[in-house]
Each structure stands twice: as C-alpha cells, then as structure tokens.
C-alpha cells in the first residue's frame, strides 16, 4: 500500500498496470495514485472507466490510448507511457485535445542492444533448441554432426534502422570481425559511418546481402510488413532475421512459411504481429527463437524506464515541462488554449 495524503489540489492519477515501487512511491508524493498493481492489462472498459476523473496516466505499451479514449476521459492533461515505443497512443488525437503524452528514451538503447544480440547468436547457433533436446535427457554423448549452426564471426550484418538502438548493435558487431550494412529513411554523417564501419545500402542490398538481418525501425504505416514474402525471397537460404523492433513490422505469416520452407535458414523473435498470440505455426518451428518481449527487461533498465514514466508525469501534473515531451505542441499555439500552461512548462 501507498501512503496517500488527499487534499483538493493534489491531482490524481491512474497507473494502468504494475510498475516498480519507487516510481508509485515517486508519484503518491506529488499525486493521489490509483495503481493497479496486477500485472494484467486493463479490459478497455476498465480502462476509461479508471480513467475518467484522473489528470494523470501512467500507461504500458498493452494500453491502447485512443481519440475514442481520450474523448471519454476530458480531465487527462498527460499520459506518460513506460516505453520508448508509442504506437499504442493517438499522439495526433491528443494533441488536438490538449494532452501531453510522453515516452521514455535514452534508457533502454544498450539493454535492447545487447538482447538483439543474444537472439543473434542464439538463432545462428540453436541454442535454443539444443537446450530442449539435452533436457530431455536424448543426448548421449558428443557427435561431430549435431546441431550445426553457422558462424556469426566473419560475417555481414545488415541493419534496418540505424537509430540510437540500430548503432548500439552496430558497436557490437566489432567484437565479431563482421561487415556491417545498414538502410533506413536517412543516411547516417561520415563519422558516425566510419565510427561505426557501417555501410549505407539500399534495402534490397541490404537483404541480398546480408547474413543477419536486425530489425530498429519504428512502427509507422511504413513500416507495417516491412518484412513481407518479397523481402524473405530476396534473403539468402542461410540468413537469419532477428526482430526486436515491433511485431507488425514484420509480415508474421509470411515469416512462418519462408522458415517453413527454408527459404531462411532461422530468426530470433522479441514481438508479434498480435502480442501475445503468434500467428498460427509458429511455435511449432524449431528454426525460431521465440523472446515474450523481453528487450528490454533488465532490473536496471526497466526501473529507470517505470521511474522516468513517473518524472514525466509528475512534472506534466505541477507545472513543469515534461523531460520527454512527444507533442510539445500541446504548451503552445493554437493546442494551448486546452492545456493549463505553466511559465515553466513553456
Ligand atoms: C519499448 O520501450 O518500446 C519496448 O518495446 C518495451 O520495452
């Protein structure tokens, strides 16, 4: 429990689903703090309902904030998402309304990092399933022909999406002797490029080429089926895709078939197209690595990612600007006559 001190002016505040401790201790400082301390997603019901009547929310990326949402919960002023990722909120809707809606950056670059790394190595080598085959007490002693994966070292990786979390893998291809190609909207400066020793390639470069494909693009209508039957065929027999991105990104049944059929050789997978259910023939595949999206599930990072949720909240709540502001329309112009805009916040 919380220690909750109520009083008129203190705003209230819903957190949506179980976060760490001292991010509700945080927040029950400034706040009144409803916190749903299951750690079970809202029905969308529930949802507005907790809402209505609430200032703040602080919100997890299975909460889908709406303009349908929005439009029932008039007194929200700010929705702070526990995720760098936000296509789960209407950021256009609530700005139009007035809502500051804001992310968590920065904190989790090198945590996802270094598990796109692990899905790397784990889908090139087999890991995975050569655990399952020695727990089931079928192995009986080495042999020079069992579970032959491919080397990483030596290799090309290819990088879609050369942002904050597309160049962290990027460093870490160093330690594995690879060549590394990446693609994306924009080309990286030279030194970054050379820093790096990443090359721009065009997309279709990129995954003919390519013995590892890792996905670092956002979710946009883009980049929805980013990866798509045309894609997979161009990918060599021997690669292998790692997605540690958003599920959608990648056509999942798609992806099942060329896995199937081996016009891949293996992926890694973190996301679903419908978290959390996979698309049908998936989890029957032994060539697939399958993470319950776990990117960036470190201690570390996941209590500085619940805590900066809370910074961003209570900020919004007492008149100074949010440290991760993604409309910061919403303190100016035309959008601020809905928002209660304090000197600070400006
Ligand atoms: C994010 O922050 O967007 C991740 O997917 C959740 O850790």
């Not at 670059?109 to 890991?127: E, H, K, N």
């Amino acid at each position: 429990m919380h220690a909750q001190r109520s009083g008129p002016l203190r705003p209230k505040v819903l957190i949506t689903r179980k976060i760490f401790e001292e991010s509700i201790a945080h927040l029950a400082r400034h706040c009144d703090v409803d916190a749903n301390q299951r750690d079970v997603p809202l029905t969308p019901h529930e949802l507005i309902r907790k809402l209505q009547g609430k200032q703040g929310a602080i919100t997890l990326l299975t909460d889908t904030i709406s303009d349908a949402v929005l439009a029932r919960c008039p007194d929200l002023k700010i929705v702070s998402n526990v995720a760098v990722g936000f296509n789960n909120l209407d950021v256009k809707a609530a700005t139009e309304r007035g809502v500051m809606m804001t992310n968590t950056p920065g904190v989790l670059d090198d945590t996802t990092a270094d598990f796109t790394w692990c899905l790397i190595l784990a889908a090139s080598r087999g890991l995975v399933d050569a655990d399952r085959y020695f727990r089931s007490g079928r192995w009986k002693g080495w042999g020079l022909m069992q579970f032959l994966g491919r080397d990483i070292h030596g290799k090309t990786l290819g990088i879609c999406g050369l942002g904050r979390i597309g160049r962290r893998v990027a460093k870490r291809a160093k330690g594995f002797d690879m060549r590394v190609l990446y693609t994306g909207r924009t080309r990286a400066p030279e030194k970054l490029e050379r820093e790096l020793g990443a090359a721009f390639v065009d997309k279709r470069t990129l995954l003919k080429e390519s013995d590892i494909v890792t996905l670092h693009v956002p979710l946009t209508p883009d980049t929805t089926h980013y990866i798509s039957t045309a894609e997979l065929t161009l990918m060599k027999p021997t690669a292998v895709l790692v997605n540690t991105s958003r599920g959608p990104v990648v056509d999942e049944k798609a992806l099942v078939r060329a896995l199937r059929e081996g016009r891949i050789a293996s992926a890694g997978l973190d996301v679903y197209e419908r978290e959390p259910r996979p698309a049908s023939g998936l989890t029957r595949l032994k060539n697939v690595v399958l993470a319950p999206h776990i990117g960036s599930a470190s201690m570390e990072t996941r209590l500085r990612m619940s805590n900066m949720a809370a910074e961003n909240c209570v900020a919004g709540l007492t008149g100074r600007r949010p440290p991760n502001l993604l409309n910061p329309q919403v303190l100016k112009g035309k959008y601020k006559r809905f928002t209660k805009v304090t000197p600070e916040q400006k």
